[in-house]
């Protein structure tokens, strides 16, 4: 571990400033206060390895530690996870997580949501994990927002309800961000992918899903229109 990350960070340090050091750390269920683990598991992706597994739970201090140690001396060291604006504890865990890392000494800039949402979605959810992640007093980011249309729905059986719903909530996630986590916590809002996924190929995140705020032709949907909306009305 030690010799990846002082690797990564003393070729890059020059020009990248901030880190997702640790990504996807806790489980799904049944307890998403726990780690994830391989133990156990028979059918183990090619590229699929738990650091906890041979570490133990302080696998994230020793990374956060080494992060600091050959990176630049301002730079934000973040912890990313997914699902933080479910119905679970997932985002209570997580947070609970960054406390045991810093109780054993090292430090956590700032925590990621990734948000890989749907228009289903529960807005309270979203609220309530904007708030949990704003009382951590921590830099908090949107990492890799982008919003479908649920239930797998293509591009080809979208409709302009579903666009409008679509356009509403990417909305709602800019207003809230700004309104819940306080401004000088604000890290800001990456969007996982401007345009709609292309149903070419097997890799592609969400495929030939409509996720974008354009159209694989790069023509602005209700999406685009609302998040402009969200961002111009920012003092």
Known sequence: METFIAGMLEKTKAYIKAWDVVNEPMSDWPDQYALKTGVGKSDL????????????????????????????????LFINDYGLEGSGN????????VSYIESKGAKVDGI??????????SK????????????????????????????????????????????????FVVEKYREIIPKDKQYGITLWSPLDSPDQESSFW????????????FVRKPAYQAVAEALSAIK
């Open 124 to 171: 309270d959810n979203i609220v309530s994990m904007f708030n949990l992640l704003a009382a951590t007093g921590k830099l908090i980011k949107v990492s890799e927002l982008d919003i479908g249309l649920g239930d797998g729905i293509k591009t080809s059986n979208a409709t302009a309800e579903m666009y409008q719903k679509q356009a509403d909530l990417y909305k």
């Open 45 to 76: 992706a090619d590229d699929e390895f738990y650091w906890q597994d041979y570490l133990g739970k302080d696998y994230a201090v020793k990374a956060f530690q080494f992060a600091r140690k050959y990176g630049n001396a301002n730079d934000l």
């Open 90 to 97: 997932k985002c209570k865990g997580l947070i609970a997580y």
């Open 206 to 217: 969400r495929r030939g899903e409509p996720i974008g705020l354009w159209t694989e032709g």
């Open 112 to 121: 990621g949501t990734q948000m890989h949402i749907d228009i289903h979605t």
